[in-house]
């Protein structure tokens, strides 16, 4: 019974975005938040790994835990991105603010690892990194289509043979 339920589930997560993505959000519904996508996610490879119950709860906790962290390192890590015309120290304090931040987001990675390590197997945790990379790669995929198709939709200008010509060159009788 309980495997049914689990089936269940999963099958509700797994097309929900699908129906969501087709219906374009048109039921007003709220955007889920970026700590139930987590949950998702970690569902969704638990799932696949195939842990058991135990595991699996401490899984998700510590992967949602895991995400929220590198999260709030990355609040406002962006905002430098494109400095142009900057002196030497700027550059300078620019390139050491990003080691540090990478330093950050690489002790974050290993103390989770750590924390892993406590109930998965080595393997488990690769595997682990592998999913989340490929479902990331998934949904920047998707995100840069659908900005993509929105650019083109604000930037489309009908050319002049899409426009019916008035006036004089028509040639109807």
């Known amino acids: 019974m309980r495997a049914v339920i689990r089936i269940l589930f999963v099958l509700a997560v797994l097309l929900s975005p699908s129906y969501l993505a ?7 519904k709220p955007k889920p938040s970026k700590t139930e ?3 998702k996610q970690a569902i969704r490879i638990a799932d696949i ?3 058991t119950d135990e595991t699996r709860d401490r899984f998700i906790a510590t992967f949602v835990n895991c995400q929220q962290e590198i999260w709030s390192l990355n609040k406002g890590s962006r905002k430098d991105k494109k400095a142009t015309s900057l002196t030497d120290e700027q550059a ?3 390139i ?7 330093q950050r987001m690489l002790d974050a990675r290993r103390r989770y690892y750590d924390e892993y390590r406590k109930f998965l197997t080595p393997c488990q945790i690769n595997r682990v990194y592998e999913l989340e990379r490929n479902m990331m790669k998934q949904l920047n995929g998707k995100k840069r289509q659908n900005s ?5 939709a604000r930037t489309h200008k009908p050319k002049a043979q899409d426009t019916p010509r008035r006036g004089a060159g028509s040639t109807k009788n």
Do not use: P, T, V, W
């Open 22 to 28: 087709a219906q374009g959000n048109k039921a007003g």
């Open 37 to 39: 996508m987590a949950q």
């Open 49 to 51: 790994l195939e842990i």
């Open 92 to 94: 300078d304090s620019l």
């Open 96 to 102: 050491r603010a990003r080691f540090d931040h990478a």
């Open 148 to 152: 993509h198709q929105a650019d083109k």
